[in-house]
């Protein structure tokens, strides 16, 4: 997959040069639009020092920002232990020099992310929702999915490009807003003659349309190249497994559930295994962060010879008619055989799934658990101070003392 890395680097870098024209561009009209063309210039430097700042705190602590915009909390093993031991299972397969850091997010909608700088300094997010509804072969397919947006580098290009984008949508809006504010205070450009006020006239109108087209247009390319991702973390994800029935049941779950993530936003989307938003307006278009997930479970139902990335490109091209995206150089006579599915085909019920989350969440959040003999669990808070808690069914008395808890007779 080397020769799939470089490309994925050298189509960043391209990407990323796009979005630098662009948000040049703004800068420039926008300056030259208040000030003249010599102001112009300025714009361009200030644009791009709030970008420089913007850039290298994402580069350093981006993915902390991402992970606390979603709201994810790391975890212990303790949490959820088969989530620690399917992404360590992944981590061996995937040969990542270090176990990502593991958060959970308290959100019922079922989702995923990966993030951070490299595989060395990785974080892996999973919602509350998804914990409660996937078995584990189908957590299994999304955790590895993740795994290859890490080993793609795809997570430092996400995190890089997300903020370049969030810049361009700063700077337009602190123009338009500054535009109809000015105007409902009757405050007008004024220039020194009719030749320069018609002159700096037309550069304001230019302006003004590109702050509202420029984050459109940064928005395609954005989307464009993490819809190609996609595609190719489900490749990586089906090698690690070996099963393809797995992501592709992941994905059929997660697409069934019409529900919108309350800490998703458009500048984040992109981030997750599927697209965040629910609704009429999710459907598949231009303005999409996600391939189509129907396809995406076709393409991997109609994997029935193999796991290799050669199984992957041939359905893909069978399924959407198009030319594979994956290197020849990738395309080696690896044989991966396609394994059977684990114990755990569960069916979880939309009762049990609601507990699950809300026990989930609550483990997150440092509650401890009391299984009194008589079969009822009792949730204590953090800040329980240490004392007695009596049993509401049977009366016996549970000592807690520092987080240790006694149980009397």
């Avoid at 308290?106 to 914990?131: C, H, I, K, Y």
Wanted: net charge positive.
């Amino acid at each position: 997959m080397w020769q799939q890395i470089r490309i994925n680097k050298r189509n960043s870098l391209l990407l990323l040069m796009g979005m630098g024209t662009v948000l040049a561009s703004l800068g420039f009209l926008i300056g030259a639009a208040i000030g003249g063309v010599e102001a112009g210039w300025i714009g361009i430097l200030v644009a791009s020092g709030i970008w420089l700042i913007m850039m290298l705190t994402s580069y350093f602590g981006g993915d902390q920002i991402l992970l606390a915009s979603s709201r994810a909390v790391a975890v212990t093993p303790d949490v959820h232990p088969q989530l620690f031991n399917i992404v360590e299972e992944m981590k061996i397969a995937a040969g990542l020099p270090k176990l990502p850091k593991i958060y959970i997010i308290n959100d019922p909608a079922p989702n995923a992310f990966a993030t951070g700088r490299n595989p060395e300094n990785a974080s892996v997010a999973v919602t509350a929702g998804l914990l409660a509804r996937l078995n584990r072969d189908e957590l299994q397919g999304v955790i590895a999915h993740e795994v290859s947006h890490i080993v793609h580098r795809d997570i430092l290009f996400v995190t890089l490009a997300g903020v370049m984008l969030g810049t361009i949508v700063l700077i337009s809006q602190l123009f338009l807003r500054g535009m109809f504010y000015s105007s409902l205070s009757g405050r007008r450009y004024s220039s020194r003659n009719s030749r320069d006020g018609g002159a700096q006239a037309i550069l304001m109108l230019v302006a003004i349309v590109l702050a509202i087209l420029a984050p459109i247009f940064a928005y395609l390319l954005y989307f464009a190249l993490s819809r190609r991702r996609e595609y190719l973390a489900d490749a990586g994800a089906v090698r690690l497994t070996r099963y393809p029935e797995g992501l592709a049941s992941a994905l059929e779950k997660i697409a069934g559930t019409n529900i919108n993530m309350e800490s998703a936003n458009k500048v984040t989307a992109p981030m997750y295994i599927a697209n965040p938003f629910r609704g009429k307006k999710a459907a598949v278009n231009l303005y999409s962060t996600h391939p189509p997930i129907e396809e995406r479970i076709r393409i991997l139902r109609n994997m029935s010879h193999g796991a290799a990335l050669a199984d992957y490109e041939q359905s893909y091209e069978s399924v959407t008619r198009k030319k594979g995206m994956i290197p020849g150089s990738a395309l080696n006579d690896e044989s991966v055989e396609i394994r059977a599915a684990s114990a755990d085909k569960r069916p979880v019920s939309e009762s049990r799934q609601k507990r699950e989350m809300g026990d989930l969440m609550r483990k997150v959040n440092g509650f401890s658990f009391l299984a009194c003999p008589c079969g009822i669990k009792m949730k204590i808070p953090p800040n329980f101070p240490s004392g007695q808690i009596q049993c509401p069914r049977c009366s016996r008395v549970h000592t807690v003392d520092k987080g240790k808890i006694k149980t009397s007779a």
